[in-house]
Every structure is written in C-alpha cells, then in structure tokens.
C-alpha cells in the first residue's frame, strides 16, 4: 500500500494536473506499475527501504545541481570554441560505493553532469565517457565518488 501510495504521489507531484479524470489515470497507472512490479518479483510484500545517511542525502542534491551547473558551462564554451578543445575518453575505475543504491547514485550523477556519461556499472567498476581528458582523469577518488560513498549507511 506505501508503494501504491509513493508512485501515485510521483505521478502527481510531476503532473501537477488534478482534472478528476487525469487523477483517475494517474492512479491506475500507478496501480498498474505495482502490479507489473509485484509479478516480476521486483518488490516484496513488505517492500524494500532505502537505507541511506539522509543528511548528506540533503547536502547532496545542492552540491549536484551546482556541478552540473558549473559541467553545463564548461561543455557550452569547449562547444562555442572553434577550435573545439575536446578530447573524448573512456576511463574505468573502481568505485568506493559498496550497495546497490550508492551504486546507482553515483552512476546516475556521473550521467547528469553533462559531459559524461556511465556506459556500464556494476560492482567494482565503472566505465565511463567523458567529452575531455581533464573530466575522465577527474572520476577516480572524485568528490562525487566521496559524497556517494557518504551516502550509504555504515556498516
């Protein structure tokens, strides 16, 4: 019931749309995605929290949004510049994330930052592009990297 509870409450928050038919919609695409979920074993019964260390969870998001600010405006001037100063690489490195949920943070926040992207990810490595060299040789031991890792519970 939380999980039918949560998605209808996602669905709203980015419709922002209460017409009682798009309501009526929005819960029957949430309860539809339950059900999916539920027969694909993707959830259980009691459902799966997320454990996560909440303050640097609420330190974090400020902190992404300004590096992907200050990535955009990089990737914008090497863009405008004529000569077109990029060097694109791929870089694999090990990350010091240990859980499924600080994995798929990091990943996803390295696909945020414009000018990389997570091509693969899986425990213990990560493989990554990057529209220069400078941005690759930053990923390993990165802040990101450290702020995720923050963001798992203590063993």
């Known amino acids: ?19 009682p038919f798009l309501v009526a919609a929005g819960f029957g695409c949430a309860l539809a995605v339950l059900l999916m979920a539920r027969h ?4 259980s019964e009691d459902g799966q ?3 996560l260390r909440w303050l640097a969870f609420a330190t974090y998001h400020p902190w992404l949004i300004k590096e992907i600010l200050f990535s955009a405006w990089d990737v914008t001037k090497r863009i405008l510049d004529p000569r077109l100063p ?3 690489t791929l870089v694999e490195f090990t990350p010091a994330q240990t859980t499924d949920i600080g994995l798929v943070i990091h ?14 990810a899986e425990h213990g490595r990560f ?6 060299r400078e941005a690759a040789a930053g990923l390993a031991g990165s802040a990101m990297d ?8 203590q063993p």
Do not use: D, Q
């Not at 450290?146 to 519970?153: D, F, S, T």
């Open 1 to 19: 019931m939380t999980t039918l509870i949560l998605l209808f409450a996602f669905w709203l928050m980015l419709s922002g749309m209460f017409a």
């Open 86 to 88: 990029i060097t694109p």
């Open 40 to 43: 694909m074993n993707r959830i």
């Open 127 to 132: 493989l990554v592009h990057a529209l220069t």
């Open 49 to 51: 929290p997320i454990h």
């Open 107 to 120: 990943a996803n926040s390295i696909t945020l930052t414009p000018g990389t992207i997570t091509v693969e």
């Open 146 to 153: 450290k702020r995720c890792a923050a963001l798992e519970p």
